[in-house]
């Protein structure tokens, strides 16, 4: 008797291991996610979350409803009230992920100066980094919502892009956005923001030329590793 | 004495404006990568967005660096120990129409200089609009503490100042410059604003103290609507000084360009 608890109890903890091995290999790296939504669990309560707020795109061809549609979507969000702050930034995270291209911005970011001095393997990493850093940086941003009112403009078409106009008021301020939005596949995602005509891919990459003129590709990426200074 | 000065610094950087420009536009024949490729393999669209963004980018120079940077640490302590805490102050005392209505206010006797700018830009339209809206807002918005003009009428002001003024007659931005209080700014629109203050009606308060008090209030004021806005660049940013710079030029760049 007392042998079989213990094979029961054996079993039990390979089960645990072996599903929590599971877990880990389906949770997709950061690069990863940003190529990909992550595979719908539908016994995880984000996903249920998910599932409430986030909108079904109806014609994916349609930049502009895509663009207005994830606005909704997050601004949904961040009126609810019953929910705690890391659910909702987890739950907008996941809703904004899929429009935006990072791996293309990071590529962009660096530019034909500075790509091809990267390695791959510090290409994947430059790529992470600064996805992480992109992300912070919309989420603190978001956090100011408050109350504006935003209306989307007909977007203008150049080259292979588009460019989606958006316009915030703010407390009696207008605040003109631009998203930038390239094809892939079927669908369109964003690679550039412009906030009152500041691009910020231009701004990063002003800063990473600065660094780089002065120091090498590993001092950058030790750099972005960095949290930011207090 | 000071005035002397203040004339000899305003010319020396003038001339370094001027000899900006014209390194600019030799910069501008840059050779022309070749475009219009239709249906492009990925390395293509990668080139083709990257001549879009070169086209943005902004020349920048900045051969006072080392006191640019000393002014801006100066300014980011200034911002973070004093300016800040007396906005959140502000905001918590005074409620925000309020604030509001003081940052109408201060938009309304601003008017002056955006009118003439757009006269000498050539925008007689915008310049007509400015108008109708300081005759309108000073009366029907009781001296301009509401703007109806925007919110009855639906006349959008016109933000023209004389840097851009200046750009359109063919300005460089010239050197950047960081100046005390005052933040971000480059040799021409440093120019520009000096200039302006001679249609800011406050400078003409007197006694002095209370012109500049008055000033001082109106800055309290429009920072009470933007704490965290500068934390929030910061935070964004791996070289905060770099960063402003880049967002400052590009900011302006765009106002002259529309």
Known sequence: MKNLCYILLILLLAAAAFAAGQDQTDEPDEIQAADQAPPADPNDPNNILLEKYDVVIKDPNDPNEILWAKWNAVVRVLQSKDMEKKVKESLIDRIVTPIFDFPLMAKLVLGRKHWPNFSPPQREKFTKLFTRKLKDSYREKISHYTDEKASVKPLRKKNTTVIIPMNLISQGKEIAIIYKLRKIGKTWKIYDVEIQGVSILLTYRSQFDDVLAGSSVEDLLERLEKPAAP | ?258
């Open chain 2, 1 to 258: 004495m000071k005035s002397n000065l203040c004339l000899i610094l305003i010319m020396a950087l003038a001339t370094m404006g001027c000899s900006a420009a014209k390194k600019n536009a030799a910069d501008k024949t840059a050779p022309v990568v070749a475009e219009n490729a239709p249906e492009s393999s990925p390395d293509d669209e990668f080139g083709l967005l990257e001549d879009e963004l070169d086209e943005q980018q902004i020349k920048i120079s900045d051969p006072l660096r080392p006191f640019n940077k000393a002014m801006f640490n100066v300014n980011d302590k200034l911002y973070l120990w004093v300016i800040d805490p007396f906005a959140r102050g502000c905001k918590r005392v005074v409620p925000e129409p309020a604030r509001v209505s003081i940052r109408h206010f201060f938009n309304n006797i601003a008017a002056p200089a955006r009118f003439v700018n757009c006269h000498l830009q050539g925008k007689h339209k915008a310049a007509g609009r400015e108008l109708h809206r300081f005759a309108y807002n000073t009366t029907f918005g009781i001296l301009g503490f509401s703007d109806p003009a925007r919110t009855k009428l639906g006349l959008e002001p016109a933000e023209e100042d004389l840097g851009q003024t200046l750009a359109k007659y063919g300005a460089g931005t010239g050197i950047y410059i960081v100046l005390p209080v005052l933040g971000p700014s480059n040799a021409r629109d440093a120019i520009g604003m000096i200039g302006d203050q001679f249609l800011n009606p406050v400078r003409y308060v007197r006694p002095r103290d209370v012109s500049i008090a008055i000033s001082a209030s109106r800055i309290a004021n429009e920072n009470t609507f933007r704490i965290g806005e500068y934390k929030s660049l910061k935070d964004a940013s791996y070289d905060p000084y770099v960063a402003m710079r880049q967002a400052y030029l590009q900011y302006r760049d765009k106002k002259v360009k529309e």
